[in-house]
């Protein structure tokens, strides 16, 4: 069965950082692309960052420059490490496997 649960996330001011995490089981986890995605209220979700099995990465336009997404292979989990955040940032973020599979989120709000 395969799971995966993020973490990392809280709340923060305007300009501040978050990394968040997720940990994947039942899954051989390094031949996988994996992806974090974001859903605001009221919104549709959305791609925030993907990162091949190869580790080349993508970005969503709103988030160049200030977000990265790696992963580690050896643990099993990629990460996102999130700067400068902007109120707009917002959402609950979930990580996802092979465009297949979900995390329960992760509430990231941006306030000050």
């Known amino acids: 069965q395969v799971r995966l649960v993020e973490s990392g996330g809280g709340l923060v001011q305007p300009g501040g950082s978050l990394r968040l995490s997720c940990v994947v089981s039942?899954?051989?986890?390094?031949?996988?692309?994996m992806g974090w995605y974001r859903q605001a209220p009221g919104k549709q979700r959305e791609l925030v960052a993907g990162?091949?099995?190869?580790?080349?990465?993508n970005y969503a336009e709103s988030v160049k420059g200030r977000f990265t997404i790696s992963r580690d292979n050896s643990k099993a989990t990629v990460f996102l490490q999130m700067n400068n955040l902007k109120p707009e940032d917002t959402a609950v973020y979930y990580c996802?496997?092979?465009?297949?599979?979900w995390g329960q989120g992760t509430q990231v709000t941006v306030s000050s």
């Open positions: 990162i091949s099995s190869g580790g080349s990465t």
């Open positions: 996802n496997l092979n465009t297949k599979y």
């Open positions: 039942g899954s051989i986890f390094s031949v996988y692309a």
